[in-house]
């Protein structure tokens, strides 16, 4: 799939609002669209569409937007090859013991179980770190 589009909730304060995340490659990179009347459209272009998103989060969270897709959860973060192949429209989600089961990026949760980028950075390294340790001590 190249291109999609799904109704998500965004909240800042506390307050929830509806939104629309919009996702599509466009011959040479991913371009992510969220429309929300609490802050209008914001967009973004990037080699692949998880990086769009973190693009967006990161011009929004200074203001207090929280985006609330799977893709901003603190334990999801794509590989190199769902990056490459698959555009980054899905990620893995993460225990300390291991790499778990595929979600897509874009996926409507509750804006309230998201995180920052730099947050969910920090989480996604703590993670591979940890599950690297368990697999040579295993």
């Known amino acids: 799939m190249t291109e999609g589009e799904r109704t998500i909730q965004v909240s800042r304060e506390g307050i929830v609002r ?19 009347a609490g802050f209008g459209t914001a967009q973004a272009r990037a080699d692949d569409a998880f990086e769009a998103l973190c693009l967006i989060r990161e011009e929004l969270e200074p203001f207090g937007w929280r985006i609330g897709v799977a893709g901003a959860q603190a334990d999801v973060w794509p590989s190199g090859m769902a990056r490459d192949q698959g555009g980054g429209q899905r990620a893995y989600r993460m225990t300390t013991e291991q790499v778990g089961d595929l979600v897509d990026t874009f996926e409507p949760v509750d ?6 980028v730099a947050l969910q950075r920090a989480e996604s390294d703590r993670l ?11």
């Open 18 to 36: 509806d939104a629309t995340v919009a996702w599509r490659f466009d011959r040479t990179s991913w371009i992510v669209e969220i429309v929300s």
């Open 111 to 116: 804006p309230e179980t998201v995180t920052t």
């Open 128 to 138: 591979y770190e940890a599950i690297r340790r368990s697999a040579r001590v295993g």
